[in-house]
């Protein structure tokens, strides 16, 4: 099995940063992509932003240019860097990993989200 332990929330003023990092941990082959999500109270889960094991990113268009995506593989760690947060950006956060557990055997793992709220 394969945990993802998410840190770094918490409550924010409008115009602040937070990063949030997500460690996985376990028994698995390697990790591919891995991905924030969010979810707002009402709202469904969507995405913020997912990186590949090469490093190349994307992201959800109303974080772009304010948040950054970046990966450590030698510490199996994904981080979200958010700068000028906005109310709009209050929800849980979660951390997602594609990993290949054994040989042509891929599963997608959450985390069990970190809550960000920004105030105004």
């Known amino acids: 099995q394969v945990q993802l332990m998410e840190s770094g929330g918490g409550l924010v003023q409008a115009g602040g940063s937070l990063r949030l990092s997500c460690a996985a941990s376990?028994?698995?082959?390697?990790?591919?992509?891995m991905g924030w999500y969010r979810q707002a109270p009402g709202k469904q889960r969507e995405l913020v932003a997912r990186?590949?094991?090469?490093?190349?990113?994307n992201y959800a268009d109303s974080v772009k240019g304010r948040f950054t995506i970046s990966r450590d593989n030698s510490k199996n760690t994904v981080y979200l860097q958010m700068n000028s947060l906005k109310p709009e950006d209050t929800g849980v956060y979660y951390c997602?990993?594609?990993?290949?557990?054994?040989?042509?055997?891929?599963?997608?793992?959450w985390g069990q989200g970190t809550q960000v709220t920004v105030s105004s």
């Open positions: 997602n990993a594609d990993v290949t557990v054994q040989l042509f055997h891929f599963v997608a793992f």
């Open positions: 376990g028994t698995f082959t390697s990790i591919n992509a």
């Open positions: 990186i590949t094991s090469g490093s190349s990113s």
